[in-house]
């Protein structure tokens, strides 16, 4: 054999050899997705056709646990309740996000202390902010109601807004938006540093105000980290339980009604199952729009 043919057999074998390295490295993360993610799937999908008896024996039913959630008129109040929560908690973090980070690229005293501080709902831990806003809220101790009652006179008579529906649903979006937004105020700035400054120079030197400025450089320089916070906000809102659950049980968004109906007083598995899986049905539908018209990814 030729040294032409001695090295390309030598390129073979390593190629080779890397190849059995990069699926022995991919191969625990496989096995995880597959054990913890994959494998729930499919079986979640699978129960959604029987009724489940936790003592074992469950009988296949078809498609009526679809047909029992999908005629069911709390079903729509939770769809109803789930639109109403993404839509405006992800308005609303993305914009509180976009205009801290505006503010906080501008150059001012303390503004690392500042931009610290920022990030502390996001990372405070969520059992006790939730406790801290229960109080806030409290008909008879809160700050709201000594507020609103008590100094401005909004409303007749104190009352509990967490535990009121139509009121709870506010409480809960707030409470999101507060604890969301430095996500997309981190993101967003990370963007906005990033800028040439000379764009900004050149727009002066044409005239430009602060809003023609923002329009046309900044604007299209951090829409699509804008775009895929919104898809990420929507995902995680759409999916939200623990601190809706942990806040009020009176705001049954889909992750919430699905949570009663399978572990609760309802014991209703196999409709849980089901809800679960329109839940995810809804989502991917939702998400291949967004990114196909929106992004146009």
Known sequence: MNLAGILNQNNLNRQQRES???????LPAVLII????????????YLSFFDVNLEGGNT???????????????FWNSVYTTILYVLFTTIGTTLLGLIVALAMNKEFPLRGLVRSLILLPYVAPVISVVFAWKFIFD???????????????MFSERF????TPEY????????????GFPFAYLMILSRLQAIDATL????????????????????????????????LRIIWNFNKFEDIYLLTRNVKVLAVYTYFKAFTGYMEMGQGASLAV???LLLIGFILFYVKRVLKW
Request: aromatic share 18%; charged share 15%; net charge negative.
């Open 20 to 26: 059995v390295l990069g699926w022995a490295l991919i």
């Open 34 to 45: 597959l054990s913890l993610i994959l494998y729930p799937i499919i079986y979640n999908i």
């Open 60 to 74: 296949y039913i078809g498609l009526d646990n679809y047909s029992n959630v999908v005629f069911d008129s709390v």
């Open 139 to 153: 008909p008879v101790n809160g700050i709201f109601m000594d507020i609103t009652y008590e100094k401005l006179g």
């Open 160 to 163: 509990n807004m967490i535990g």
């Open 168 to 179: 709870a649903v506010w409480v809960a979006i707030l409470f999101s938006i507060w604890k």
């Open 200 to 231: 900004y120079e050149a727009a002066e030197i044409d005239g430009a105000n602060r809003w023609e400025k923002f329009k046309s450089i900044t604007f299209p320089e951090v829409y699509f980290v804008v775009g895929a916070i919104v898809l």
């Open 278 to 280: 329109i839940q995810f």
